[in-house]
């Protein structure tokens, strides 16, 4: 069965520090690939996808993502967090073109002291 | 604005009564998706439709059921079946183009079961 695995479950930074987030999948066809993001009282938003194409892609507020096929991988990455970044994230994955049932992660809680 | 509502978003209710929960979309999406969140469970599918007047069971269906007789709207009962209901649930909904999977989500709706 698929699965998404999320490293990290609690992450505390300071502001300025690079951040990293592990994300890694169990499926071995064409996958598509998705972080959201939850902010503090606020709905859960999409901060970044890969469908196809270059494996790094942007997203909002700076992020970025590197999908590595070899490592069924897709980190979140951000050079230089803010502690508006304080938010919950969450790495997903569904069947490319096959099924669109979003499999989760079970989410990395993330804190940036200012 | 274009975008999920869901209501009520905090709701308390005794042991053995069946609650509804509401959920309206003005995206003109086709499927919906009715989650929930748990502290350190991440997001775990309830139900989802892709067309109206069908509906699929999820993950963690039992004690659980929806109804799709309009396209905007994808209402969750929580039944007394349901063992454990004191949650927050999370409604979506997206396009059923293929290779999508992008979700826009309501704000929530948090139950507590005295």
């Known amino acids: 069965a698929q699965s998404v695995s999320q490293h990290n479950h609690h992450v505390i930074l300071s502001e300025a520090a690079s951040l990293e987030l592990g994300c890694n999948y169990s499926y071995g066809g064409t996958v598509n690939l998705f972080w959201y993001v939850q902010y503090p009282g606020q709905h859960l938003q999409l901060l970044l996808k890969?469908?196809?194409?270059d494996p790094l892609v942007k997203g909002i507020k700076g992020f970025e993502a590197e999908f590595i096929k070899s490592k069924f991988s897709f980190n979140l990455r951000k050079p230089s967090v803010q502690w508006s970044d304080t938010a919950e994230y969450f790495c997903?994955?569904?069947?490319?073109?096959?099924?669109?049932?979003?499999?989760w992660g079970l989410g990395t809680s993330l804190a940036v002291n200012p | 604005d274009g975008g999920i509502t869901q209501s009520p978003k905090y709701l308390f209710r005794k042991e053995g009564q069946n609650v509804t929960l509401s959920c309206e979309q003005n995206l003109n999406h086709d499927a919906m998706y009715w989650y929930r969140q748990d502290p350190g469970q991440g997001l775990r599918l309830i139900y989802y439709s892709q067309i109206v007047n069908d509906f699929q069971k999820g993950d963690i269906a039992e004690g659980y059921s929806v109804s799709r007789e309009k396209k905007e709207s994808f209402p969750l009962t929580v039944t007394s079946a349901q063992k454990n209901p004191t949650a927050f649930y999370l409604c979506a909904s997206s396009t059923t183009s293929v290779n999508t999977g992008e979700l826009f989500f309501g704000e929530g709706s948090r139950l507590t079961v005295l």
């Open positions: 890969y469908f196809s194409g």
């Open positions: 997903a994955v569904n069947n490319a073109g096959n099924n669109r049932k979003l499999i």
